[in-house]
């Protein structure tokens, strides 16, 4: 999934900024129906295995990166600086749940639906966290990079608990 996040930024229409790895996380949960209930905790979907040891830690991974990543953004002044870090963290993480949650209540199909929930999305992410002035190309740059370090960290350590979890779920070899 975070692989198809990383592919899918370089064409999205919000470009190689925090916008736009919201919107592809989004559009990468929605064709994920699976990640997308193990985000959201849904015991109907996912049962026993939310118990499973592993979940609290890959969700204190994924919000360290993101934590580092607008900390980054946060100390040049590139989202607004009125709200801290942390409180950002929040704001972006209700409002992608928020959604997700939303999404079937509020729709039972998409065909009367003008706007991409993904747009919609990113597009509230990117307002509240605006720096509330027009950036240099320069600051964009220094976006841009933040932005790509930032998602090759996550697929980093994506595949590194992938690979972990490989080896819990592949028996020891016999030996003979």
Do not use: W
Not at 28 to 39: D, G, N, S
């Amino acid at each position: 999934m975070v692989a198809a996040v990383q592919r899918g930024v370089d064409g999205d229409p919000y470009g190689v900024t925090l916008a736009g790895v919201i919107r592809q996380l989004f559009v990468a949960l929605e064709q994920r129906p699976l990640v997308k209930a193990f985000m959201l905790r849904d015991r109907e979907v996912i049962g026993k295995l939310l118990r499973q040891a592993g979940v609290s830690e890959s969700k204190v991974l994924s919000r360290a990166t993101l934590v580092t990543y607008l900390e980054v953004l946060h100390a040049r002044g590139l989202v607004r600086t009125d709200l801290s870090v942390s409180a950002q963290v929040n704001l972006i993480m209700a409002t992608i749940t928020g959604f997700l949650l939303a999404e079937p209540v509020l729709l039972d199909d998409r065909q009367g639906m003008v706007e991409d929930p993904a747009d919609v999305v990113a597009d509230v992410i990117g307002r509240a966290l605006d720096p509330g002035r027009r950036l240099t190309a320069a600051e964009q740059r220094v976006v841009e990079q933040a932005t790509r370090e930032y998602v090759e960290q996550v697929v980093a350590l994506s595949d590194a608990k992938y690979q972990s979890s490989l080896a819990v779920c592949t028996p020891a070899r016999r030996r003979r």
